[in-house]
């Protein structure tokens, strides 16, 4: 079609062409009247790419510290424990068979558990005690596979427990050096129930990895538990592992079929409820705040445009002149300010992966440069800091980002768009 007398022809070219593409690019450099724009954009792309590499970095080590927690609480602790509750357990190695009946039983084994002070020249400490036949010990994998001394062998001959390494650091024992557990389940004379007091040698140390275990737990043969505990002939219960601890309801019901007398089952979601479900609330509220970084950024990409259109409005003017649409206009400043958005997100993520893939040694790193113990095992249960970065919620967190920097150049580059030329060129 062509123009009337006195009209510049419009200027047709491609949604996002090259023509765009090159307006856009100027528009981002910095210039000698408006490098303070510049700055803007520098500190949003900054501002985008901290945001989304800390979101990355804190929901890989919130993941991490779950995942290891459950491994080393489920590696330990089975996911369900069969208790009977109308008489004496006795019968512990029947249940015990018709549970390895079930297909889904991965290993199960009777045990018995008491609470006992264990201590030495240096000290007392409150212990967990648990007895355990050595066949069955010697199939969890959470002891027999991360032994530090010592050595499993022959551990129902005798009168031996293995110990976590650091109940050993505070007691000041190694391999071969003796413990003393005192039970207030002991004997009972016509003055009462007297303490027992008994003296027991290490044979082997083990380092779970969570400090919480490591310095709480005591293994004992199963019979020498028996005779301790004045438990003769009797178990706690019977500790079952499986294949798939989430379909924990399903087994339950199986188990019920299974064993042929009442029994009380607790499996690992309700012993550990409390502590589960207070990491995925800190888990869903690290995200939301950590998110508001990224919002704060991508206000800072509107700042930055609205006032990247107010110095370009003599540019935007002339543009409209030479026939230049407003869907020219307006996809120049998404361009603009997309581009700050994703760059910004893809340095972010390059970031976050990058620093979650060495986080142990920044941590290292960090703790020796500042003389300090970071992630402490004491408050944190575990001895190192783990990073599990989940496909999911890093695809999310880059969507969201872009998203975020999408919506922020609609309504600067709207602006600019609607931008009269007439009146930007009035007074020139």
Known sequence: MSATPGQTPAMRTRPFSAFEWMIAMRYLRAQRKAGFISVIAGFSFLGIML????LIIVMAVMNGFRSELMDKILGLN?????????TPFTDFDAVNDQVGTIAETQLSFPFIEGQAMASSSL???????????HEDLSRLGAIADNLLQGTLDGFDEGESIAIGIRLAEKLGLRVGDRMTLISPRGAATPF????????YPV????????????GAFVFMPFAEAQAYFNLDQLASGVEVFIDDPDGVDDYRDALSEAIERPIFVADWRQRNA????ALEVERNVMFLIL??????????????????????GHDIAILRTMGATRGTIMRVFFITGAAIGVVGTFAGLALGTLVCWNVEAIRQFLSRLTGTELFSPELYYLSRLPAEMDGGEVTSVVIMALVLSFLATLYPSWQAARLDPVEALRYE
């Open 291 to 312: 998110m508001l970084i990224v919002l704060v950024a991508a206000l800072n990409i509107i700042s930055g445009l609205i006032m990247l259109v107010k110095d370009k």
């Open 274 to 277: 409390t502590f589960f479900s």
């Open 51 to 54: 945001g989304v590499a800390t």
């Open 78 to 86: 089975g996911h369900v424990i069969v208790q009977v509750y109308d």
């Open 192 to 199: 009462g129930t007297t303490p027992r007091i008994k003296s």
């Open 123 to 133: 000290g007392g400490f409150g212990v967990l005690v648990r007895g355990m036949r």
């Open 203 to 214: 044979a082997a140390i083990f380092e779970i990895g969570m400090s919480e275990y490591d």
